[in-house]
């Protein structure tokens, strides 16, 4: 597994992200959401790979520490899809199309959601994945995937393009599809029973382990016309959002039920003499399949999709606590409430590293009989401010900079800079009189900015001594120092944090 996602909250809450009404429903709920994939990316008929990254919605994501994992949906289906990814040259093509994406976006990894297919998928799909897995294991991105629900006594094709035990090592993240179980095209009944889900998630553990699984959850509902279907079973049902199902029951003066056994709730209606029955999902059920998560020690949810969500619902996500203390071997420490929830959210291993203290204390210097909570790790230090928790800024980083630089300020790095006048190149800062560009710049505004890395306090150079980093090219920020590495083979790990945090406790 890619050590990049042992450092993401526990349990993931994921949320699928297709159009605008996703867009809206991110802005409104991002507070309760640890990751994303959006749907950027298809296989086109043609076996290429189409779509692009969409700048809006991942520096929006990234920007409140969510993670960025693109979904890839299939157009050709069937025996269409098998012809092109069991052609090694074409696959292997769309393999290195997606690679590149991952590389040159910084996303987390990839998401494979491929559906529609057969059994004669089966092995040209696992195969496909695992050489994916390979090209992207080695850069420290996930490899992960959508499988439909199954289990070892399923029957249909297009279940059985999964094989849950082949796929299993070529993957780090596994969402399984436990919804549908009644669909448009069959009987009424819950999207989504807990006991199927069980049922479903037991088999899928004793496949992949928990420690990969991801529940599906659904936020829509299914509408069937009870009445025309009695007369013609291939009447389909109709899909409906949380908030539109509210509104069949205002518009037709419904009546809610709920099936405690398979812990869905139902509404009934009739609309121009025929009687309707939906199916869908609203905080109750949420909270149920919540509870399950929990008890299987699954590693998270994956819930399809956002803008068919409610608002009734995110306070359910909201009780899905990331628990705590969490102990780091490592330097026999523990992390744990808004400092392990801010450090899983936020790449906690290769942004701040391992903490090298417990939480305790500290006098604010300056301001007599004041103290703040914090807490050290080896690149950072972080404060408490519960003042701040309506805004989403509980937690925030020391200005280690400022301090390891203190005495500094005659050095040349550090004097003050005219504006170079190079906006498409150099972004200036006339607060501390310094630039930022190339490799730093981006890795700075990629990675939270301001709010993570407050403003440069000096201008690139060369490390002369073992405190920057002798030969290293570095700058300094009030709260970091960034370091290039040449040597890192993938250009998103060669912009590297210096050890601030040791350095302050001199370690």
């Known amino acids: 597994m ?14 699928y992200f297709t159009d605008h009404s996703s867009w809206l429903s991110l802005q409104a709920n991002f507070k309760n959401i640890d990751g994303i994939s959006p749907g950027f990316y298809r296989l086109s008929r043609d076996g290429a790979l189409a779509g692009q990254n969409q700048p809006a919605i991942t520096d929006f994501a990234r920007a409140r520490g969510i993670k960025v994992i693109p979904m890839i949906q299939n157009d050709p ?15 292997n093509a769309l393999i290195e199309a997606i690679a590149q994406q991952v590389i040159n976006h910084n996303f987390e990894g990839i998401h494979i959601d491929f559906e529609n297919l057969n059994a004669a ?13 390979n090209r992207l294991n080695p850069l420290n991105k996930l490899t992960t995937m959508a499988v439909v629900a199954r289990t070892p006594a399923s029957t249909s094709e297009f279940k059985a393009a999964y094989n849950y035990p082949a796929l299993a090592p070529f993957t780090d993240l596994v969402t399984v599809m436990t919804y549908d179980f009644a669909w448009p095209g069959g009987p009424p009944g819950p999207v989504a029973p807990l006991k199927m889900q069980e049922t479903v998630m037991n088999y899928a553990i004793s496949c992949f382990g928990a420690e990969k699984l991801l529940l599906g959850i659904p936020f829509y509902g299914y509408d069937w016309n009870i009445t025309r279907r009695q007369l013609d079973p291939k009447v389909t049902a109709v899909s409906h959002t949380f908030n539109d199902t509210l509104d069949l029951q205002r518009q037709h003066n419904g009546t809610f039920g709920y099936d405690s056994a398979a812990e869905t709730p139902f509404l009934d209606y009739v609309k121009d003499g025929d009687k309707h029955r939906v199916w869908f999902e609203n905080a109750r059920s949420i909270s149920a399949k919540l509870q399950l998560l929990k008890r299987l020690k699954v590693r998270g949810l994956a819930a399809w999709r956002l803008g068919q969500d409610g608002a009734e619902m995110w306070p359910e996500f909201a009780n899905l606590a990331t628990p705590g203390p969490v102990k780091f071997n490592e330097t026999g420490h523990s992390v744990q409430g808004p400092f392990l929830k801010f450090w899983q959210a936020n790449d906690g291993i290769n942004r701040f590293g391992f903490p090298l203290t417990e939480e305790f204390d500290e006098p604010v210097p300056g301001a007599a009989g004041q103290i703040l909570r914090v807490q050290y790790f080896q690149r950072s230090k972080f404060e408490l401010h519960p003042e701040f928790a309506p805004a989403g800024n509980e937690v925030l980083l020391g200005l280690l900079g400022r301090i390891v630089t203190a005495g500094r300020e005659n050095e040349a790095a550090f004097q003050r800079k005219p504006d170079p006048n190079m906006p498409g190149t150099v972004r200036y800062f006339n607060e501390t009189g310094h630039t930022l560009r190339s490799e730093f710049r981006a890795y700075w505004e990629r990675n939270g900015g301001l709010s993570f890395f407050g403003f440069p306090i000096s201008e690139q150079f060369q490390g002369l001594n073992s405190t920057d980093g002798p030969g290293l090219k570095v700058q300094y920020f009030e709260r970091a120092r960034f370091e290039f590495h040449p040597e890192q083979a993938d250009p998103a790990n060669r912009v590297m944090l210096g050890l601030l945090g040791n350095q302050v406790l001199g370690i």
């Open 2 to 15: 890619a050590s990049q996602v042992l450092s993401w909250p526990n349990p993931l809450r994921l949320v």
């Open 77 to 91: 289906v069937l025996d269409n899809f098998n012809q092109i990814i069991g052609n090694q040259a074409r696959s």
């Open 121 to 133: 998928s089966e092995k040209l799909l696992t195969d496909f994945m695992r050489r994916l897995f």
